[in-house]
Structure formats: C-alpha cells, structure tokens
Nanobody, 123 residues
Framework: VQLQASGGGVVQAGDSLRLSCVAS?????????LSWFRQAPGKEREFVSA????????RYIESVKGRFTISRDDARNTVYLQMDNLRPEDTAVYHCAAQWLAFDTDAERHDYWGQGTLVTVSS
C-alpha cells in the first residue's frame, strides 16, 4: 500500500486548504481507517484527525474542531482534510496514514504512511 498526499501550500491566516491522500496497491480501501498527523518544526508529531472505515466515524484534536473536516471517497481510494480558518499554529508537514481494521489515534498503530505535504500559514 502506498499513500500519496498533496494539497499543501502557503496561505494566509483565515484561508482554506484541502489536503488529499490517495492510496494505491490496496484492494479493500474501505477496511482501512485513515488519519492525518502533522509535525511542526521543532515539535513532535501529533494526531490531527481520523475517519473510520466501517461507519465513517471521525475524530479530531481539540484545536481543529470546527475548522477541519475529514472525509473519504472509497471509490477513489482517497481521504481528504478540508482545513478552514487556518491559523499560523497549523503550520506543519501533514502526513496521511492508514491502519487496517482498527481506529486508533496512536501513530504506532498505523500500518502505512504517506510522505508529507507542507502547509505554511502566515499571519
């Protein structure tokens, strides 16, 4: 399984971006839960959001609730992260990750990772 993330860029505070992550080499995409993590310069990687494979349940860290929306399109093997009202503190490299049949926010529980896409939010 390979994950390819895209959609990052340089924006101003208050702007929006939509990240995408496409999976390839997978036959049962719907069996995976998909997550987004981020790592800001000089900081540890942190969980941002996840969406389950079975019922589409979602999870978010508190700081992005009401601003970010995760969604998936199983027909396209793609997970999205719509990021609205971006803040400078959202600046980070964003990674998508997948885990089979589990729905855990722990990075160590994820089976596959994509390369990151950089989001830079200026004030």
């Amino acid at each position: 399984v390979q994950l390819q993330a895209s959609g990052g860029g340089v924006v101003q505070a208050g702007d929006s971006l939509r990240l995408s992550c496409v999976a390839s080499g997978v036959t049962s995409f719907s069996g995976f839960s998909l997550s987004w993590f981020r790592q800001a310069p000089g900081k540890e990687r942190e969980f941002v959001s996840a969406i389950a494979g079975k019922d589409g349940s979602t999870r978010y860290i508190e700081s992005v609730k009401g601003r970010f929306t995760i969604s998936r399109d199983d027909a396209r093997n793609t997970v999205y992260l719509q990021m609205d009202n971006l803040r400078p503190e959202d600046t980070a490299v964003y990674h998508c990750a997948a885990q089979w049949l589990a729905f855990d926010t722990d990075a160590e529980r994820h089976d596959y990772w994509g390369q990151g896409t950089l989001v830079t939010v200026s004030s």
